[in-house]
């Protein structure tokens, strides 16, 4: 069923083929860039595979950064299945691990068993990010805001909320040059996954991708949500609820980022401040995107996103490159991958071969 | 002669309108290039980046070159190429210009931290105001009115652009390649091109808006220079109703209101500090709740423009 759909659309080689040659010619282009900045492209590009993947802890650096990144990439892919763009998710990260903060605390201070504090913690962390995001949604069916606006507009609101209670209600008087709510304590932080570096954030991050993604392909829930995206219209004549859909689709995208940022402060911080504000929503954004806003896709991509992010430090390091440079490498990614929208159905894939063999496949099984 | 404490808590309201006067110009110039766009049916989101970009630029130009008005020029050719990128990559088919406009906005902001990274040192010397508060002793009525070439420049081109709209025939092909492609066709207008060349002029603008970040108020470079400005002056143009003159008095609206945490803070209210920092994000915000509507399209706006679907 999936594979038919897919192949009206273009294709499977071409759904792989197309980002393959964004990659490569991003990488081209930035090569180009570096090179003006007076590096070596190759040096850099060594320097980028070592720092993200070519020692064991690189790897678990990577992984460290591609857990936000799953979690993040999702606020934006799930409401892109039902045609919305939300660019919202830091906003969302910052609201669940501030409110995750504020339910976890007063448990803390009783006592409370570890494992129900960091449940009730996670709950907080992501029905706060959903109904952020939720509003957006909310705002974009019932009044026809536009939801890409208003989802960055509410992003900048959180942010500053998140400031105004750490720097004030919230405050901890201890955190004195970098304001700071009261730290969980090490006990009650979220550990690492067993042999590893890397915190359970990964864990939750590969659940909540490959739960979502079943929910939006092989479920009706995601069908009807599917539809509203490809026809609002249609859904409504078919008598879908799609108030009720975009609701709890963005609800879903939001509390996925909140829980990015509840495992920020419950396994890296162990406390919420300015600190949540690492750039994670935004690069959550493009991991949607070169994703083709598909949950199952997400995972390689924050992965390869996650490395690059974690190879900026060796550049910064040993090339003396500023930090901005991973930036610069994500924004050429992005253009040319959009750019790179234009290829579809017009390059000259050996499709006809391909295409009648998996053509037959879906119908046998 | 009046000092600073003796004035107390009218100064915040003066605080304001200053405020109005000083921070309005970068949404001035980022909302009427982005009419511009958005009138010949296209958005660009991307003019974040774009202004963030013109701020660096023409800073590195003016410390570079020893010229400040040669600073805001490169501002607004580097704005121009900015928006000539989003202009024809949006041309090619299947290219969503919204996503674009998001890509944009990561692009400018990553190459203006990367280039300007060695611009956060130097201090260039301001550009030169002009002081209409000679009549007045109080220091803070004539700090109010010390005003910015770029300010007027920005109040003159506000009436000129909706004049130019109405009455002139570039501003007709602009508004009929918005509103329709298919009757710009019949009439030989290639709609592309028209949309390709009213992005390059709203990232000019849009350039120009961020120099004033950097050469004026608040007068230097730094990374956390612009944060939203442009999106929110994006926003602005659909409460303007995609009208020139509006943009005018919306930006002004918003001048006051990004200058009112500062304001509050100098008169000893440290209260809230953050959440009145945020006060332009939540009244944009207000304002397109109670403007738009789900049953309707937005009056006055292009109807090629798929932010109003």
Redesign the interface.
Known sequence: MRIVAKMATGGPVEVLLVPLIAILASALLFAGFVAL?GVNPLEVYALMYKGAFGTWFSLQNTLQRAAPLLLTALCTALPAQMGM?I?GAEGALVMGGLVAVAAGLPLVGMGAPVFLTQLVMALAGMIAGGLFVALAGA?R??????E???S???S??AI??M??MV??PMRDPASLNKPSTGAIGDVYMIGTIPGMDVHWGLVFGLIFCVLTWLLMFHTSFGFAARIVGGNARTAKLVGLPVGFLVLAVTFLGGAAAGLAGMVEVAAVQGRANASLVAGYG?GG??VA?LARQNPIAVIPVAVLLGGIAASGGLLQRRLDL???????????L??V???S??L?GRLAVPRLSLASFLRLRPQRS | MATPEAIGWVGVPLAVIAGAIRVSTPFLFVSLGECLTERSGRIN?GLEGTLVMGAMSGYGVAWLSGSLWLGVLAAGVVGSLFGL?HGV?CS?????D???G???M??????A??LG?PLIQPAVENLPSINFGWWSDIPQVQEALKINPLFIVGIILAPAMMWAFRNTRWGLIVRMVGDSADAARAMGYNANTVRVLATVAGGFLAGIGGSFLSLYYPGSWNEGLS??QG??A??LV?FARWNPLYCLYASLLFGGAGALGPALQAVGVT?????F??AP??L??II??AS????RRLAGAPAELS??R
């Open positions: 900045a763009v660019i705002l069916h019932w009044r026809g805001v536009n890409t606006i208003a960055l507009l509410l900048y609101i500053a909320v400031n105004q720097e004030g935004t954004i493009l995107f500023p930090d901005a440079t991973v930036l610069v490498l994500q924004g050429i992005f253009v991958l959009l750019a929208e234009m579809y | 989101l990128l990559l090619l088919p299947k290219v969503n919204i996503a674009l998001i890509a944009l990561m692009l400018g902001t990553g190459l931290f990367f990274k944060s939203g999106i929110t994006v926003a659909i209260q809230g500090y953050y959440l920092n945020a994000y939540i944009t915000l397109m709740v738009s509507s789900s049953r932010v109003t």
